[in-house]
Structure formats: structure tokens, C-alpha cells
């Protein structure tokens, strides 16, 4: 039902940014959707990085990330972003888009398990 794109994602040095993009297809409306990025280090579990809402009034973001990231939508373009600053070794992983088909307009849900939809992934490099 609904199909997620990744771009973005590279090799930067530390201290540098990034900006990711996910964007949406398919026959259920963007509007419908909470957006979530996730990322998945090689070695360790998926884990959450950022949500928003699908009225864009609410975001949430991990620790490690607050300050630093910012997650965006633009329905115009049926895409979220995200804006990753003064990146770190520890950012370094792969990140995925993930669509959570929901009828609440404040849900910025945290859990992976919640998500609906997914996207392929795109890699972030960060060199020290």
C-alpha cells in the first residue's frame, strides 16, 4: 500500500551533515501516515532515531540525537526528512524510513513495532 524510497545517505567526516530523504508512493495518502526514522548499527538492534507526527505538531527524537538531528515532512512532496548535524562515529549505520498507518493525528510513535511500512535502507558513513 505504501512504498518507501530512501536518498541521502554517504560518507562524511565527523563534524559534518547529512540529509535524508524518504519518499512516499502508493495508494494510501501521506497524510495518513506518521513518519519514523530507525537506524541499525552492524552488530546491534534496529533502534530509534526520530517521529513525527502526521499533522507535524509533534516529534520526538533519542538522547544520542537531540539537537543535533531534525525531522521534517513536507506533504507537498509526500517526503520526510531528516537533517543530521555535527554527525559522529556513532551515527554511523544504516537508516531506514519507516510509515505508520494511523488514524491519530498527534501519534509520533517510538516502537518499530508499530510501523507498517518500511524502506530498504540507505548507509551513513561517519570517518572519525
Known amino acids: 500500500q505504501v512504498q518507501l524510497v530512501e536518498s541521502g545517505g554517504g560518507l562524511v567526516q565527523a563534524g559534518g551533515s547529512l540529509r535524508l530523504s524518504c519518499a512516499t508512493s502508493g495508494r494510501t495518502s501521506f497524510s495518513n501516515l506518521c513518519m519514523g526514522w530507525f537506524r541499525q548499527a552492524p552488530g546491534k538492534e534496529r533502534e530509534f532515531v526520530a517521529s513525527?507526527?502526521?499533522?507535524?505538531?509533534?516529534?520526538y527524537y533519542t538522547n544520542s540525537v537531540k539537537g543535533r538531528f531534525s525531522i521534517s515532512r513536507d506533504s507537498a512532496k509526500n517526503t520526510v526528512y531528516l537533517q543530521m548535524n555535527n554527525l559522529n562515529a556513532a551515527d554511523t549505520a544504516v537508516y531506514y524510513c519507516?510509515?505508520?498507518?494511523?488514524?491519530?493525528?498527534?501519534?509520533?510513535?517510538?516502537?518499530?513495532?508499530?510501523?507498517?511500512?518500511w524502506g530498504q535502507g540507505t548507509q551513513v558513513s561517519v570517518s572519525s
Open positions: 513525527i507526527s502526521r499533522n507535524g505538531a509533534h516529534t
Open positions: 519507516g510509515a505508520d498507518l494511523t488514524s491519530d493525528l498527534d501519534r509520533a510513535s517510538i516502537q518499530d513495532s508499530l510501523y507498517d511500512f
